[in-house]
């Protein structure tokens, strides 16, 4: 290993080493995620979407290092897993609740129903997982996983309307984009459980 290459391991490891030794737990960092979420909530329904859009992936990435965090520390545990799960669903909810309001301000109909659809089906995509887990069979399957869904959703409030573009807006396609996508990765996670449980799985005992 080259000597900058070496530095670079030797400082990471060590932040690495602080972070572990200090008192940061995972359940911290998933609720800083919420409060950025909450702050993204806030802004759509005060249409400050560029701001909302920065604090929405700000939040979501604290979402993703709590798992990694939980890992890396050994500081996991399994109600840090149950909350991670569900401060994600809310957090979901809350951002696209905040965003139906926006367009029904606006009077566009169309628009507040497909954030419907896309609230319901991303917490279906989320469900037919965990449903599907307990009954001892995978489901990582779909086109549409949170990570996917962040990514649209952030897009669509970075370049919407009121983000210094004028009228020219992608929040109203993103939300379309977004219902369509999780309404098909929750079929595609129907079909694949299906398909598993028909192939001889065995499923778990009911909790």
Known sequence: MSSPARARGELSEAVRNKLIESRLTPNAI????????????????????????????????????????????GKG????????????????GIVLTAVASTFSRSGDDLAVAATVVAVLASLMVSYTRARAEALGVECRVGIASRAVRVVILSVGLVFARGAGLGDFSLLAPAVYVLAALSVVTMFQRIFHVRKQLSAGASPA???
């Open 30 to 73: 998933s609720l800083t995620g919420l409060v950025g979420n909450v702050i993204a909530a806030v802004l759509v329904w005060q249409e400050l979407y560029f701001l909302a859009g920065i604090a929405f992936i700000l939040g979501s990435v604290m979402d993703t290092l709590d798992g990694r965090y939980s890992r890396m520390s």
């Open 77 to 92: 545990t399994a109600f840090g897993a149950f909350l991670d799960s569900t401060l994600d669903r809310i957090e979901e």
């Open 205 to 207: 005992p009911p909790a």
